[in-house]
């Protein structure tokens, strides 16, 4: 029989996984599968994984994986991905935000042939304008500059079907943005929209210098425009220079009016200085991640994984 695996990547979570375990165990038992739920601690600083031994001690379908420091959102989604056995593996956050009441719903879609069903986050209560705003823009710059297509409001709730899985797991590289390489993978794909209720409890773990770092990794990993933006910008202020030195000559030869021109060289000079910068910041920009990625380290290593003592079959809370 064909069982699930749900992957849920965790920091610092202490008053969230034992809510969510219970909600996630009652929606799964009612779709009749079996399943395993992974949770990857990223490194926690407080109580979680206390309480994750806890869990383990009384279900054997839960898996806990610690990871050897924090790696990020990415990185440990990536290591669940990597070590769940499921025919599907559905991946989500284990702060309640993502509910875990559409998981049936998710199933569903996949019995129907769907071999990635992605969630759409209509809206998030409780979420500042800025954030609100800032997020659209990333999804609106995303779509405009690369050759893929991500829906707005995309998160990383999603079940995909073993072959897809396989297929991710083949994509190696360091700075990951994960709907993106969804994306790009293809398979039959379908999308269901929900409204994202706010933190069951704690805080977000992204700040703005995370999320801005996030969007970085998005748009150059899949669009080169900016480098090719430096060229136009280049190519058109070369050409705009190339004029002003025509009218300078013909000043200086045919006319009378020969001026001083300082203003003209200076601005001339601040300008191409300006858009100088700008190409190298965004040619440094890229070799960066050159660098980031030639060193080939692992993406992230494990500490340790915990074992269940509880026989298979003899769970109950
Ligand atoms: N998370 C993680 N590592 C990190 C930051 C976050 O594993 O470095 C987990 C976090 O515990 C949660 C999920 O990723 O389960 C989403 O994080 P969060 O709720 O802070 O993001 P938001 O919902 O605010 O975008
Ligand atoms: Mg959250």
């Known amino acids: 029989m064909k069982y699930i695996s749900i992957v849920v990547p965790v920091y610092n979570e202490q008053d969230n996984v034992t809510v969510f375990y219970r909600e996630v165990?009652?929606?799964?038992?009612?779709?009749?599968?079996r399943f395993e739920l992974i949770f990857v601690d990223d490194g926690s600083t407080d109580e979680t994984v206390l309480v994750l031994q806890k869990l383990i001690q009384r279900d054997s379908r839960v898996r806990v994986i610690l990871l050897a420091r924090n790696f990020g959102h990415q990185l440990a989604l990536s290591c669940g991905l990597e070590h769940a056995g499921g025919d599907a593996v559905i991946t989500m956050d284990g702060d309640m935000q993502h509910p875990p009441a559409m998981l049936p719903l998710l199933i569903k879609k996949w019995e129907d042939g769907f071999e990635v069903v992605q969630t759409i986050r209509k809206d998030t209560q409780g979420v500042?304008?800025?954030k609100r705003f800032t997020s659209r823009m990333f999804y609106q710059i995303i779509n405009a500059v690369s050759d893929i297509n991500i829906s707005e409001g995309g998160s990383d709730f999603r079940l995909l079907?073993?072959?897809?899985?396989?297929?991710?797991?083949n994509f190696k590289e360091k700075a990951r943005f994960i709907r993106g390489i969804i994306s790009a993978i293809g398979y039959r794909q379908t999308?269901?929209?929900?409204?994202?209720?706010?933190?069951?409890?704690?805080?977000?773990?992204?700040?703005?210098k995370k999320m801005m770092n996030f969007a970085l990794d998005g748009i150059t990993a899949y669009s080169r425009l900016p480098l090719r933006l430096a060229l136009y910008f280049g190519g058109i202020s070369g050409l705009l220079s190339l004029l002003l030195t025509i009218d300078v000559v013909y000043t200086k030869l045919f006319t009378a009016d020969a001026v001083p021109?300082?203003?003209?060289?200076?601005?001339?000079?601040?300008?191409?200085?300006?858009?100088?910068?700008?190409g190298l910041g965004i040619i440094g920009e890229y070799i960066g991640r050159i660098f980031e990625e030639v060193k080939e380290r692992p993406l992230y290593w494990v500490s340790d994984?915990?074992?269940s003592n509880v026989d298979a079959g003899s769970k109950k809370v």
């Open 161 to 169: 079907d073993r072959k897809a899985v396989d297929t991710f797991k």
């Open 261 to 278: 021109g300082w203003a003209t060289i200076a601005a001339s000079v601040l300008l191409l200085g300006g858009l100088q910068l700008i």
């Open 191 to 208: 999308q269901i929209e929900f409204v994202a209720p706010q933190r069951f409890a704690g805080k977000s773990k992204f700040s703005f």
């Open 305 to 307: 994984e915990l074992k």
């Open 128 to 130: 500042s304008w800025f």
């Open 25 to 33: 165990c009652k929606y799964m038992e009612s779709t009749g599968y």
